[in-house]
């Protein structure tokens, strides 16, 4: 996020219109060089920032709430200055639109979370913490591609 912030800021100074996207987990949203970031994008009302978080509540060592707990998560961020969208980000056409439609205020840049499931579609895996840093093995691989299609 910091270096995120910095090129969108850049990009503003030298009169591109680019946009910058920075993509996030939720365990990445613990760190307070990153809510700083947070904080200095709107106060320098960088519209041209979307951050992208990957909210599926599992971080390496437990879930969200047991390591750290962020809620209210969309609130904290409007309360820093962004403006937040919520998605189920495993609907690609909700997604699509998100990105399309930015930035959504002019002078603020824009939150999306999107709200996924470790592991999702595969049974083994859905919601299961090891998988957050564990790897499958052979038989397993060919467990989860047959249930994905």
Same mark, same amino acid.
């Given at each position: ?18 946009? $910058? ?12 060089? @990153? ?12 519209? @041209?920032?979307?951050?992208? $978080?990957?909210? @599926? ?7 969200? /709430? ?19 969208? !919520? ?14 439609? $930015? /930035?959504?205020?002019?002078?603020? /840049? ?6 996924? $499931? ?7 895996? !859905? ?14 691989? @060919?467990?989860?591609?047959? !249930?994905?299609?």
């Amino acid at each position: 996020m910091p270096i995120a912030v910095g090129m969108a800021l850049a990009a503003k100074a030298d009169g591109r219109a680019w946009r $910058v996207f920075c993509i996030l987990s939720d365990g990445e949203c613990d760190e307070g060089s @990153n809510w700083e970031a947070i904080l200095f994008a709107p106060h320098h009302k960088l519209d @041209n920032l979307i951050a992208i $978080v990957d909210y @599926n509540k599992i971080q390496s060592f437990g879930s969200v /709430p047991e390591v750290l707990a962020l809620e209210p998560f969309a609130e904290k961020w409007r309360a820093f200055g962004w403006h937040v969208m !919520e998605i189920d980000g495993h609907d690609l056409e909700a997604t699509e639109r998100a990105l399309s439609s $930015v /930035p959504q205020e002019t002078g603020k /840049p824009t939150a999306i979370i999107a709200h996924t $499931v470790k592991g999702k579609g595969v049974s083994f895996m !859905e919601h299961k913490l090891e998988w957050h840093y564990k790897s499958p093995s052979a038989e397993q691989l @060919n467990s989860a591609l047959a !249930e994905i299609g």
